[in-house]
């Protein structure tokens, strides 16, 4: 299956300018031959112009975050739809920097809900902390996540979700997951999805992994079918190692 690379920008850059230079050289760099679908969320206020720039070329769009509903009295949020109508195709969601402020299972699986609804593909992000991890909850902690973000969501549904596992002590420290304990869990998500909703969705649902990924590792989790693709954050902004991931798929 086609696998699929997505940059998460995250609150950078800081200038319409160096997010347009950047959208440039993504576009002039894809498309050269790599199988992957490389997706970029930028932030929201560069959106509108990655659109135009996209326009005709391979590249994808998302969001970083969405609101809860779809329009209304929510001030400063940005709804599925607003999103779906500058061209996005997919939203990420529960990422763990949210989760930091606040956002909690509940919360995401409402989101999520609303996501589908508007016609978008949520990029659902799960993972546990250090603490975590060395408390050896990281299972428990998985399940309970995908449990609660899946909650009253059909089978068919659960079938248009991307999940990442994106372990927070491996983002943006440099210490990527191991292969084998990243496939480990991977091989858990899937276990549970097949329980909630079915083997062959279980089997088929996209994952992708996040947390330190650069050219040098990408491999290690790519060259597997347990994985659907990555997430990656920081090597993302340096656009030549992101279009470099792009094409070991
Ligand atoms: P890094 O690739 O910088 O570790 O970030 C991962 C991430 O949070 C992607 O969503």
Not at 42 to 61: C, D, H, N, T, W
Not at 233 to 239: E, P, T, V
Request: charged share 20%; hydrophobic share 40%; net charge positive.
């Amino acid at each position: 299956m086609k696998k699929i690379i997505v940059a998460n920008w995250k609150c950078n850059p800081q200038t319409l300018r160096e997010a347009q230079k950047m959208f440039l050289e993504l576009k002039q760099g894809i498309g050269r031959g790599e199988k992957a679908e490389a997706v970029v969320c930028p932030p929201f206020v560069y959106l509108a112009r990655a659109a135009e720039i996209f326009k005709g070329s391979k590249i994808k769009l998302g969001g970083q975050n969405c609101a809860l509903t779809e329009g209304g009295p929510y001030t400063g949020e940005i709804s599925a739809v607003m999103l779906k109508n500058l061209g996005a195709k997919y939203v990420i969601l529960g990422h763990s920097e949210r989760r930091a402020i606040g956002e909690d299972n509940v919360l995401i699986n409402q989101k999520i809900k609303n996501v589908l609804k508007g016609g978008l593909t949520p990029i659902v992000c799960l993972g546990e902390t250090a603490q975590q991890k060395q408390n050896n909850e990281t299972f428990l902690i998985l399940e309970q996540q995908v449990r609660e973000v899946l909650q009253k969501i059909t089978s068919t549904q659960v079938g248009k979700i991307i999940l990442a596992y994106e372990p927070i002590w491996a983002i943006g420290g440099g210490q990527s997951c191991p292969a084998d304990f990243a496939l480990t869990v991977a091989l858990f998500i899937r276990k549970i999805i097949s329980q909630i909703a079915n083997p062959t969705i279980a089997r088929r649902v996209s994952l992708l992994y996040g947390g330190s990924v650069d050219s040098a590792n990408a491999e290690d989790y790519l060259k597997t079918e347990i994985f659907s693709g990555l997430l990656v954050g920081g090597a993302s902004l340096k656009i030549k190692e992101f279009l470099k991931i792009a094409s070991l798929t």
